[in-house]
């Protein structure tokens, strides 16, 4: 059972830039796409990028001038950078997992595997 | 960027009842392949979200079958046949026709 964890520091000034790791176990980051999703407290979820094994990415235009999103196969982790944040970034980050499913020769990519999130607080 | 709207946001349910949620979209969630890009998430107290439903209709591995996904283009709903006390939590429906993905603003289900 594959698992993920975020990590990354809980606070973030505003105006900085917020940096978080997502690692992957038991299961490998290779032949999958990969997502990161923010919640807002108490807000609903918010989808910002993805990124798949060979590097190839896809980002949220809301926040595609601040966001940069990269993988590593041999540590097995994925990365998220949001530059110049203000209180509105603050969030539960989570990363998540695409599956590949083939129905009749479609292909459909939902969100199977969750991290746990992690809070990110943006205050000076 | 496509639009979700779900309905009701709150919705009370005694357990062994039916339950429904509606989940509606600015534009068409239907590919060129003749499937809806629609999915349902389920987000339990203090989790992360969970799939349900992907497809708008295909119940993802684990999934009870007393949830089901039903709809097509831009109207879509997802049905409990009897609500257990572990369905409470927040359902969001997701589209992924197009990017940017866009979850709807979550139905509250509560005992």
């Known amino acids: 059972q594959v698992q993920l964890q975020e990590s990354g520091p809980g606070l973030v000034k505003p105006s900085e830039t917020l940096s978080l790791t997502c690692t992957v176990s038991?299961?490998?980051?290779?032949?999958?796409?990969w997502s990161w999703i923010r919640q807002p407290p108490g807000k609903g979820l918010e989808w910002i990028a993805y990124?798949?094994?060979?590097?190839?990415?896809n980002y949220n235009p809301s926040l595609k001038s601040r966001v940069t999103i990269s993988i590593d196969t041999s540590k097995n982790q994925l990365s998220l950078t949001l530059s110049s944040v203000t209180a509105a970034d603050t969030a539960v980050y989570y990363c998540?997992?695409?599956?590949?499913?083939?129905?009749?020769?479609?292909?459909?990519?939902?969100?199977?595997?969750w991290g746990q999130g992690t809070l990110v607080t943006v205050t000076s | 960027d496509i639009v979700m709207t779900q309905s009701p946001l709150s919705l009370p349910v005694t357990p062994g009842e039916p339950a429904s949620i509606s989940c509606r979209s600015s534009?068409?969630?239907?590919?060129?392949?003749?499937?809806?890009?629609l999915e349902w998430y389920l987000q339990k107290p203090g989790q992360s979200p969970q799939v349900l439903i992907y497809?708008?209709?295909i119940r993802a591995s684990g999934v009870p079958d007393r949830f089901s996904g039903s709809g097509s283009g831009t109207d879509f709903t997802l049905k409990i046949s009897r609500v257990e006390a572990e369905d409470v939590g927040v359902y969001y429906c997701?589209?992924?026709?197009?990017?940017?993905?866009?979850f709807g603003p979550g139905t509250r289900v509560d005992i």
């Open positions: 990124i798949n094994y060979s590097g190839s990415t």
């Open positions: 997701m589209q992924d026709v197009q990017s940017p993905r866009t």
């Open positions: 534009q068409s969630l239907m590919h060129s392949n003749g499937y809806n890009y």
């Open positions: 038991g299961g490998s980051i290779s032949s999958y796409f």
């Open positions: 998540a997992r695409h599956d590949s499913v083939v129905i009749a020769a479609t292909r459909a990519y939902p969100l199977d595997s």
């Open positions: 497809l708008g209709s």
